[in-house]
């Protein structure tokens, strides 16, 4: 069986392929904006083009515009191949990309927009231990107690908080897409955004 991973929501455009749960091939481009420019190519330059049994995509949080790329194009590869289509958190691939490394409850810590952070914690099977919340970074720093604190703002966490935490570091990474817990897999193909959106409706 074939499995083609999509990663778009951070500022890494990342897909990979596997056969049998081995790692065919992948692309990772750490690119900031042009995910929607990017992606399908990428997608091309994998073997058969990247034709696979079974496609797995983030749902977020991250870059609004980001999920929602990667979200189409998986729905319309999935149609195209007949293949099934599903869906994973992305803090739950960095908290998975993390225990390679470390040992232990993972706290993964990830840019939210706004001035924000996204933070959740993760035991040590990969499963969350907290819910998602999107935090100012003065409270961020006190909503995780793990050793490890791993995403895009773990530096800047570890800077707020003193040396009492180990940060990784690290964007979302497609290859790593295997070790998400298969209990974390959705059918429903819906974003978490993780925040309430910028736009509002007007008042009545």
């Known amino acids: ?3 083609l991973a999509i990663e778009t929501a951070t500022e890494a455009c990342s897909v990979a392929l596997f056969e049998d749960g081995a790692l065919l091939d992948a692309r990772h481009v ?4 042009g995910h ?5 190519p990428m997608i091309g330059e994998l073997p058969d083009r990247g034709r696979a049994d079974e496609i797995r995509v983030s749902l977020g ?3 609004f515009t980001g999920v929602r790329i ?24 960095i908290a998975a990309m993390a225990r390679e490394t ?14 924000e952070w996204f933070v959740q914690s993760y035991a040590r099977d990969g499963m969350p231990s907290s819910e998602l919340a999107s935090l100012r970074p003065e409270e961020a720093v006190n909503s995780l107690g ?27 990474d497609a290859r790593h897409v295997p070790a998400i817990p298969e209990a974390l897999l959705a059918d429903n193909l819906s974003p978490i955004y993780g925040r309430a959106p ?3 409706a007007p008042a009545k």
């Open 1 to 3: 069986m074939r499995l």
């Open 30 to 33: 750490e690119l900031g904006r």
């Open 36 to 40: 929607a420019e990017r992606l399908v």
């Open 61 to 63: 949080p991250g870059s």
């Open 70 to 93: 990667g979200l189409a194009a998986a729905r319309a590869l999935g149609l195209a191949w007949q293949a099934q289509v599903r869906g994973y958190p992305t803090l739950a691939l």
């Open 102 to 115: 470390a040992a232990g409850d993972i706290g993964v810590c990830m840019n939210g927009g706004h001035g």
């Open 146 to 172: 793990q050793p490890t604190i791993a995403g895009d703002r773990a530096e800047q966490f570890a800077e707020k908080i003193g040396g009492s935490v180990v940060p990784l570091p690290m964007l979302a």
């Open 198 to 200: 910028d736009a509002k």
